[in-house]
């Protein structure tokens, strides 16, 4: 068992930029890879971003490429989802989830999931 914990979420104004961490307890989080995904009111959960531990390839939805960057912190063990140049549209719960692929856009695919976290981008 994994849990993954999200923190970095708030308030922030268009053109801003947030940091988003993951981390885990419980089995090794390294062994998984790890995604970040978003959910809208109303709205099915989609995809963000993935990274493997041990890997340099990284997978981003096209609505963010170029802006968000996502990368590993060896020290703390921790994902970090850094956003930037921040819209509206970016306006949702945030999820960390690990699982055994990164190449993996569906929801269903990945194994465990934290609690989430709010951003808010405001016009």
């Known amino acids: 068992q994994v849990q993954v914990v999200e923190s970095g979420g708030g308030l922030v104004q268009t053109g801003g930029s947030l940091r988003l961490s993951c981390t885990a307890s419980?089995?090794?989080?390294?062994?998984?890879?790890v995604g970040w995904f978003r959910q809208s009111p109303g709205k099915e959960r989609t995809f963000v971003a993935s990274i493997n531990w041990n890997s340099p390839n990284t997978y981003y939805a096209d609505s963010v490429k170029g802006r968000f960057t996502i990368s590993t912190d060896n020290n703390k063990n921790a994902v970090l989802l850094q956003m930037n140049l921040l819209k509206p549209e970016d306006t949702a719960v945030y999820y960390c989830?690990?699982?055994?692929?990164?190449?993996?856009?569906?929801?269903?695919?990945?194994?465990?999931w934290g609690q989430g976290t709010q951003v808010i981008v405001s016009s």
């Open positions: 989830s690990a699982g055994p692929s990164q190449n993996a856009p569906v929801p269903k695919d990945w194994d465990y």
């Open positions: 419980g089995r090794t989080f390294r062994n998984y890879a």
